[in-house]
């Protein structure tokens, strides 16, 4: 099977709780190539938020994929690109973050999907 491009997940709005996870591949059978990561803000003010790449739950310093509290500005939306082949996500990595403010930000991603 040849990669095929999917929205690989969301949208959704990232939590107050820095260690949300985002998103997870649980299939072992498949793998993800994300290629664009979006994170909007519809409030009237800044927000900051966070990512990391790991375990479940886990936010640990070295492991974060954008600037730790990235702010996010009034009634915008932010593209973090990944370059070729893209950010490979197994069943075992997790996307985990959140913003300074619950419910404001959304985020989504765009990216391909393959068999391992």
């Known amino acids: ?3 095929k491009p999917v929205r690989t997940f969301g949208p ?3 939590t107050a709780t820095y ?3 985002v998103y997870n591949n649980t299939s072992a059978l498949i793998y993800d190539r994300i290629t664009a990561i979006y994170i909007e ?3 009237g003010t800044a927000v900051t938020c966070r990512l990391y790449l790991g375990a479940t739950g886990g936010n640990t310093g ?3 994929l954008i600037a730790k509290d990235t702010s996010i500005p009034a009634n915008t939306t932010v593209p973090f690109y990944f370059a070729s ?3 490979k996500m197994l069943s075992t990595d ?3 973050g959140g913003a300074s403010t619950g419910s404001v ?3 989504w991603a765009t990216g391909y999907q393959a068999v391992v």
């Open 62 to 64: 070295g492991t974060e």
């Open 19 to 21: 260690t949300t996870n």
């Open 94 to 96: 997790f996307l985990v």
């Open 105 to 107: 930000l959304t985020i």
């Open 41 to 43: 803000n519809t409030s």
């Open 1 to 3: 099977m040849s990669d």
């Open 85 to 87: 082949p893209g950010l």
């Open 12 to 14: 959704l709005y990232l």
